[in-house]
């Protein structure tokens, strides 16, 4: 009996470190050696410098500083490296998953279930891509997690650890990511709407544990404000409709892919409600837990879909990438209420095609999310001479562009920006256009303009080089990534004639 | 003497717990209502038609749809009215054990179960049918009768059915009150101890009970008979006490004899013979009321032939009623018992609706045509929100027990709804027949023909339409739709396939039998030689 037992427990235990070892797998095969994108680049930049430096450049941005303190101790204990700094996101993936089996337990007691949420969890291409990120993505999942775990324990024990992980997983968490908040606010609504659930003193306990996290935020947020540059770093997002919310779950479990399969994997959406058809089991007893995690979704996700709707666009699905592990429960819980031989065929179809999608997302030139900077920077430093001249738009697509570019062309912008000079990035201005292009095309003889993060005036700016200058050479790196060869002096004898 | 375990509730008793109490918020049914005229709205406005007929079609259907979920939640507004009960009141009940050639040993547990009801002043009569209706064991069942005490009602002309056989035992018996149980159903002991004191209001008509089935985990058909059973007796009939309109099931009830002669005894012309007496009953005024407690327990049809004969019987009823009784514009009726009976009858239309809603993918695929012209994403929006907090209300109210099992029998039903829907429409003369004590063997593909030409049809028009328009978005998402009804029609040919421990298969045996007994317009009474014996409590 204890070795039937025991022998369950080691493989349950197997299991969850194979899965482990698998997004270190995932990560070393498909995504570590992949071109360095505008945000990793960004975050490269704002940790070449002091602690403090890295605490004032990121108080200029959007974000909060705990990941890029981070990020700058491992970099000084492991060195630098895109593979470096990006393993140590991986590291951060790999330990989510006995997190999120933990999670799992405690929510359903139930190792099939919580195994399979793990698996799911682990063949996400969308975690597996932004768990490779140089950003806090798996950080924000991690801390998440736990949050979520010590919250239910407050629920079920009331336990003073339980609290203590709580306001500190709490204080982690926000110092992670503005939008932790979502996670926080989540919990105080479905406290207020459930709070029977809870113990009777719990109120009062929430209150110290909200004041502690606030407190605590308050020095980051008077130093930003004392900054006063936050809102120069805003990046342009488009206004969501419907179809984001179809396409966050859908990207969540089969990745952010090209047009045409995402179309394909959307439009098959009814099978969401035959999913659903197949939960129809006995099931007498309500898990307070079950409405707590599809509540966090809901609210996190509705609340930054409304205000991207009522106040401005705010809708970015990786950065809602923290209701991904509950998601991930969810879905298995459902599959896991059906009956053996439909769970059977669901979980194997579901794996199946979360590995197929996991490969695309990674081979596929088409990949929206591909930022293919290495390979425009290698063409350029075996194309360009020294008599041309890189001009970049949008501008601060310079951060992915100099970290890979080491030769001796001129890099600029349009519009042009010094980023030394404090403000925000200048906008752009159809009338002034003219002026700066000739300001960065000076007395150079052709321009690669380099093309990529449309901030809307792309086309105008395409446009503008295809009337005035003669167009030698255009590649597409990467969806939404195009490089392009002007001639812009007919006085001189072209380098490429020589 | 043969004596039978005594029924009574104990601790494991597996009937505790169901039906338990519990009311849907009603803000989540008002999102429910809200959702679902939104969803119809939109789709009905919004949405431009690409083929008109096809749009006509689809219209047709979601109208019908919205219909019974806005109905389903009329029901639902409030499933936990209670009634007084004084348990003081105690009039001479006479209890009916209809008999039409079920198996004596099935009788003879119900007759012993009854005798010892735990109940001051009662006599059982067994109905006997067997003779009428050409069974071989109606001289067993006289001989039961005189075996264990009770009275043997044994009808010689026979005519007008079940019905005809109760009301020839009105005629014969004295008793204030009348408790019904089909052969099959086994009362507790406490049966009329939580039935009859409700008749202490002289306004009460009929009192029902669950149609519980004991064999439910017998095999997968029982099963998934039984869980669509415990919709119907959960949610929707305790709603229906909302309403004063509880449905009168045939079985395991208790009526007012002073009512039941009112409306002229159970009506013959049905072969809902009950549903149409309850309906007679509420329009003369009386009052019902549905008692949520297993006090009574049945057997479930265990083979698919079985299960479809009582769903064609069940169908059949209730769709005459809508043929040969305007419900519209009946007398006597509130608007809510109105809508009551008519969101019960209008149920087993619901086969052609889910045949139509079937073949739009199928069309799709074969033909390129859809009813509207709209991006799917756009559809998902406004449909599976709708979808959710519909399946979430449905969970709720029925407090979890609502299966896929549940819903696949009632789905692949379509083709039994059809034939039952053809048969009412033309007045094709269909027979009251008693639904199987016994599992039987054999191979019943033939009931499910529909449903395997249309998976059929299916993978046909997947390779038609990958052919046309390759691995569009549209083709995906019809592919998915198909796909859904495939996978609720599946469990219904998996129930109607052989066993592989079949042992003896049977021949194909015609879906629907002819008519059992001649009809006759007469009857005379035969009483068996036992002598009347008035029972009294332990």
Same mark, same amino acid.
């Given at each position: 009996?204890?070795?039937?037992?025991?022998?369950?427990?080691?493989?349950?235990?197997?299991?969850?470190?194979?899965?482990?070892?698998?997004?270190?797998?995932?990560?070393?095969?498909?995504?570590?050696?992949?071109?360095?994108?505008?945000?990793?680049?960004?975050?490269?930049?704002?940790?070449?410098?002091?602690?403090?430096?890295?605490?004032?450049?990121?108080?200029?941005?959007?974000?909060?500083?705990?990941?890029?303190?981070?990020?700058?101790?491992?970099?000084?204990?492991?060195? =630098?490296?895109?593979?470096?700094?990006? &393993? %140590?996101?991986?590291?951060?993936? /790999?330990? !989510? @998953?006995? *997190? #999120?089996?933990?999670?799992?337990?405690?929510?359903?007691?139930?190792?099939?279930?919580?195994?399979?949420?793990?698996?799911?969890?682990?063949?996400?291409?969308?975690?597996?891509?932004?768990?490779?990120?140089?950003?806090?993505?798996?950080?924000?999942?991690?801390?998440?997690?736990?949050?979520?775990?010590?919250?239910?324990?407050?629920?079920?024990?009331?336990?003073?650890?339980?609290?203590?992980?709580?306001?500190?997983?709490?204080?982690?968490?926000?110092?992670?990511?503005?939008?932790?908040?979502?996670?926080?606010?989540?919990?105080?609504?479905?406290?207020?709407?459930? =709070?029977?659930?809870?113990?009777?003193? &719990? %109120?009062?306990?929430?209150?110290? /544990?909200? !004041? @502690?996290? *606030? #407190?605590?935020?308050?020095?980051?947020?008077?130093?930003?404000?004392?900054?006063?540059?936050?809102?120069?770093?805003?990046?342009?997002?488009?206004?969501?409709?419907?179809?984001?919310?179809?396409?966050?779950?859908?990207?969540?479990?089969?990745?952010?892919?090209?047009?045409?399969?995402?179309?394909?994997?959307?439009?098959?959406?009814?099978?969401?409600?035959?999913?659903?058809?197949?939960?129809?089991?006995?099931?007498?007893?309500?898990?307070?837990?079950?409405?707590?995690?599809?509540?966090?979704?809901?609210?996190?996700?509705?609340?930054?879909?409304?205000?991207?709707?009522?106040?401005?666009?705010?809708?970015?699905?990786?950065?809602?990438?923290?209701?991904?592990?509950?998601?991930? *429960? #969810?879905?298995?819980?459902?599959?896991?209420?059906?009956?053996?031989?439909?769970?059977?065929?669901?979980?194997?179809?579901?794996?199946?095609?979360?590995?197929?999608?996991?490969?695309?997302?990674?081979?596929?030139?088409?990949?929206?999310?591909?930022?293919?900077?290495?390979?425009?920077?290698?063409?350029?430093?075996?194309?360009?001479?020294?008599?041309?001249?890189?001009?970049?738009?949008?501008?601060?697509?310079?951060?992915?562009?100099?970290?890979?570019?080491?030769?001796?062309?001129?890099?600029?912008?349009?519009?042009?920006?010094?980023?030394?000079?404090?403000?925000?990035?200048?906008?752009?201005?159809?009338?002034?256009?003219?002026?700066?292009?000739?300001?960065?095309?000076?007395?150079?003889?052709?321009?690669?303009?380099?093309?990529?993060?449309?901030?809307?005036?792309?086309?105008?700016?395409?446009?503008?080089?295809?009337?005035?200058?003669?167009?030698?050479?255009?590649?597409?790196?990467?969806?939404?990534?195009?490089?392009?060869?002007?001639?812009?002096?007919?006085?001189?004898?072209?380098?490429?004639?020589? | 003497?043969?004596?039978?375990?005594?029924?009574?509730?104990?601790?494991?008793?597996?009937?505790?717990?169901?039906?338990?109490?519990?009311?849907?918020?009603?803000?989540?049914?008002?999102?429910?209502?809200?959702?679902?005229?939104?969803?119809?709205?939109?789709?009905?406005?919004?949405?431009?038609?690409?083929?008109?007929?096809?749009?006509?079609?689809?219209?047709?259907?979601?109208?019908?749809?919205?219909?019974?979920?806005?109905?389903?939640?009329?029901?639902?507004?409030?499933?936990?009215?209670?009634?007084?009960?004084?348990?003081?009141?105690?009039?001479?009940?006479?209890?009916?054990?209809?008999?039409?050639?079920?198996?004596?040993?099935?009788?003879?547990?119900?007759?012993?179960?009854?005798?010892?009801?735990?109940?001051?002043?009662?006599?059982?009569?067994?109905?006997?049918?067997?003779?009428?209706?050409?069974?071989?064991?109606?001289?067993?069942?006289?001989?039961?009768?005189?075996?264990?005490?009770?009275?043997?009602?044994?009808?010689?002309?026979?005519?007008?059915?079940?019905?005809?056989?109760?009301?020839?035992?009105?005629?014969?018996?004295?008793?204030?009150?009348?408790?019904?149980?089909?052969?099959?159903?086994?009362?507790?002991?406490?049966?009329?101890?939580?039935?009859?004191?409700?008749?202490?209001?002289?306004?009460?008509?009929?009192?029902?009970?669950?149609?519980?089935?004991?064999?439910?985990?017998?095999?997968?058909?029982?099963?998934?008979?039984?869980?669509?059973?415990?919709?119907?007796?959960?949610?929707?009939?305790?709603?229906?006490?909302?309403?004063?309109?509880?449905?009168?099931?045939?079985?395991?009830?208790?009526?007012?004899?002073?009512?039941?002669?009112?409306?002229?005894?159970?009506?013959?012309?049905?072969?809902?013979?009950?549903?149409?007496?309850?309906?007679?009953?509420?329009?003369?005024?009386?009052?019902?009321?549905?008692?949520?407690?297993?006090?009574?327990?049945?057997?479930?049809?265990?083979?698919?032939?079985?299960?479809?004969?009582?769903?064609?019987?069940?169908?059949?009823?209730?769709?005459?009623?809508?043929?040969?009784?305007?419900?519209?514009?009946?007398?006597?009726?509130?608007?809510?018992?109105?809508?009551?009976?008519?969101?019960?009858?209008?149920?087993?239309?619901?086969?052609?609706?889910?045949?139509?809603?079937?073949?739009?993918?199928?069309?799709?695929?074969?033909?390129?045509?859809?009813?509207?012209?709209?991006?799917?994403?756009?559809?998902?929006?406004?449909?599976?929100?709708?979808?959710?907090?519909?399946?979430?209300?449905?969970?709720?109210?029925?407090?979890?027990?609502?299966?896929?099992?549940?819903?696949?029998?009632?789905?692949?039903?379509?083709?039994?709804?059809?034939?039952?829907?053809?048969?009412?429409?033309?007045?094709?003369?269909?027979?009251?027949?008693?639904?199987?004590?016994?599992?039987?063997?054999?191979?019943?593909?033939?009931?499910?023909?529909?449903?395997?030409?249309?998976?059929?049809?299916?993978?046909?028009?997947?390779?038609?339409?990958?052919?046309?328009?390759?691995?569009?978005?549209?083709?995906?998402?019809?592919?998915?739709?198909?796909?859904?009804?495939?996978?609720?029609?599946?469990?219904?040919?998996?129930?109607?396939?052989?066993?592989?421990?079949?042992?003896?298969?049977?021949?194909?045996?015609?879906?629907?039998?002819?008519?059992?007994?001649?009809?006759?317009?007469?009857?005379?009474?035969?009483?068996?030689?036992?002598?009347?014996?008035?029972?009294?409590?332990?």
């Amino acid at each position: 009996m204890e070795t039937t037992s025991y022998a369950r427990t080691l493989r349950y235990n197997g299991i969850v470190l194979l899965l482990m070892l698998a997004t270190v797998g995932f990560s070393y095969v498909l995504f570590i050696h992949q071109s360095l994108r505008l945000d990793e680049a960004q975050t490269f930049w704002q940790v070449t410098r002091s602690p403090l430096g890295v605490l004032h450049t990121v108080g200029k941005d959007v974000h909060v500083p705990l990941y890029h303190i981070l990020i700058y101790l491992w970099q000084m204990v492991f060195g =630098h490296g895109v593979e470096t700094a990006r &393993a %140590f996101s991986v590291l951060l993936f /790999a330990l !989510s @998953v006995p *997190l #999120l089996v933990m999670l799992g337990n405690l929510v359903y007691r139930n190792r099939s279930t919580s195994i399979f949420a793990a698996a799911i969890f682990a063949l996400s291409p969308f975690m597996n891509w932004y768990g490779n990120d140089i950003r806090m993505y798996s950080l924000l999942v991690a801390v998440a997690i736990l949050n979520q775990y010590f919250f239910i324990k407050i629920r079920r024990t009331d336990a003073a650890y339980a609290w203590w992980g709580y306001t500190i997983t709490g204080i982690i968490g926000i110092y992670t990511h503005y939008y932790f908040g979502l996670v926080l606010l989540a919990q105080a609504a479905f406290y207020f709407l459930y =709070h029977t659930y809870f113990p009777v003193d &719990a %109120f009062k306990k929430f209150i110290i /544990a909200a !004041s @502690v996290v *606030l #407190l605590s935020l308050v020095p980051w947020i008077t130093y930003v404000w004392y900054l006063g540059e936050v809102g120069n770093s805003r990046p342009l997002l488009p206004q969501p409709g419907l179809i984001e919310i179809f396409n966050t779950f859908s990207h969540f479990l089969f990745g952010e892919q090209s047009y045409a399969v995402n179309s394909f994997v959307v439009a098959l959406w009814p099978l969401i409600m035959l999913s659903w058809f197949f939960s129809l089991q006995k099931k007498r007893v309500r898990n307070p837990d079950t409405a707590y995690l599809l509540f966090s979704i809901v609210f996190a996700v509705g609340v930054a879909f409304l205000v991207s709707i009522v106040i401005r666009p705010v809708y970015l699905e990786r950065y809602l990438i923290f209701t991904l592990p509950a998601f991930c *429960l #969810l879905v298995a819980a459902m599959i896991d209420s059906y009956s053996l031989s439909v769970r059977r065929i669901v979980q194997t179809c579901l794996i199946i095609a979360m590995l197929a999608t996991l490969g695309i997302q990674a081979y596929s030139f088409d990949t929206p999310t591909k930022e293919n900077y290495a390979a425009a920077t290698t063409y350029l430093s075996i194309h360009a001479t020294p008599q041309d001249v890189i001009i970049l738009s949008a501008p601060f697509t310079v951060y992915p562009v100099e970290y890979y570019y080491q030769g001796p062309v001129a890099i600029r912008t349009l519009p042009i920006w010094d980023r030394f000079v404090p403000g925000p990035i200048p906008a752009f201005n159809a009338a002034t256009l003219p002026d700066q292009v000739a300001r960065v095309a000076g007395k150079h003889e052709r321009a690669w303009l380099l093309l990529s993060y449309d901030q809307g005036y792309e086309q105008e700016l395409l446009e503008y080089f295809d009337q005035h200058y003669e167009r030698l050479e255009s590649q597409t790196l990467s969806p939404g990534l195009t490089l392009l060869l002007y001639r812009l002096r007919y006085d001189v004898i072209s380098s490429t004639a020589q | 003497m043969n004596t039978t375990p005594l029924k009574l509730r104990s601790a494991g008793d597996s009937t505790q717990g169901l039906f338990a109490r519990t009311q849907t918020p009603r803000w989540i049914l008002t999102l429910g209502t809200l959702l679902a005229i939104g969803y119809l709205y939109v789709i009905a406005f919004w949405f431009p038609p690409s083929n008109l007929y096809l749009f006509a079609a689809l219209m047709f259907g979601q109208v019908f749809l919205i219909w019974q979920i806005l109905t389903y939640i009329h029901t639902v507004w409030n499933t936990e009215k209670t009634f007084p009960r004084d348990d003081t009141y105690t009039p001479e009940v006479d209890v009916f054990i209809t008999v039409a050639g079920e198996p004596t040993d099935v009788v003879e547990a119900t007759a012993r179960a009854a005798q010892q009801m735990h109940y001051p002043r009662f006599r059982v009569y067994l109905l006997n049918d067997g003779y009428v209706a050409g069974k071989d064991n109606w001289q067993e069942i006289e001989e039961l009768a005189q075996r264990l005490g009770v009275q043997c009602i044994t009808r010689t002309v026979p005519g007008g059915a079940k019905a005809g056989n109760i009301n020839n035992a009105l005629s014969l018996t004295p008793g204030r009150l009348v408790a019904i149980f089909d052969a099959d159903h086994v009362p507790h002991a406490d049966f009329l101890a939580h039935t009859v004191g409700y008749f202490s209001d002289s306004r009460v008509g009929f009192v029902q009970t669950p149609q519980y089935y004991k064999n439910k985990d017998v095999n997968y058909i029982a099963q998934s008979a039984w869980e669509q059973q415990e919709l119907f007796f959960g949610p929707i009939c305790k709603g229906k006490n909302n309403y004063n309109a509880a449905t009168m099931c045939g079985t395991n009830m208790v009526i007012r004899r002073e009512a039941i002669m009112q409306v002229g005894g159970m009506c013959e012309d049905s072969i809902a013979e009950d549903f149409v007496t309850g309906l007679f009953m509420h329009e003369k005024g009386w009052r019902s009321i549905y008692v949520p407690e297993v006090l009574a327990e049945g057997l479930a049809p265990e083979d698919y032939l079985s299960y479809s004969k009582q769903q064609h019987r069940w169908a059949r009823g209730a769709l005459d009623v809508i043929f040969r009784y305007n419900l519209f514009f009946r007398r006597g009726l509130s608007i809510s018992q109105k809508i009551q009976y008519l969101s019960s009858v209008s149920h087993f239309l619901s086969g052609v609706i889910i045949l139509m809603n079937a073949l739009f993918p199928v069309i799709f695929l074969f033909s390129g045509r859809q009813p509207f012209q709209v991006s799917t994403m756009a559809l998902a929006a406004v449909f599976l929100p709708y979808m959710f907090i519909t399946l979430y209300i449905l969970i709720r109210s029925s407090n979890g027990s609502f299966t896929f099992n549940a819903l696949a029998f009632s789905m692949g039903g379509f083709a039994i709804h059809i034939t039952a829907l053809f048969h009412a429409a033309t007045g094709a003369k269909s027979s009251f027949s008693v639904t199987s004590k016994k599992s039987l063997t054999g191979n019943f593909l033939n009931l499910v023909v529909p449903h395997i030409v249309y998976v059929g049809v299916v993978i046909l028009g997947i390779f038609v339409g990958l052919a046309r328009d390759g691995l569009s978005p549209a083709v995906a998402n019809n592919i998915a739709w198909a796909l859904i009804s495939c996978a609720v029609f599946i469990p219904a040919i998996a129930a109607a396939a052989p066993k592989r421990k079949t042992a003896a298969v049977l021949e194909a045996v015609p879906v629907f039998d002819a008519p059992q007994e001649p009809n006759e317009p007469e009857a005379t009474v035969f009483v068996s030689h036992s002598k009347m014996r008035v029972q009294s409590s332990a």
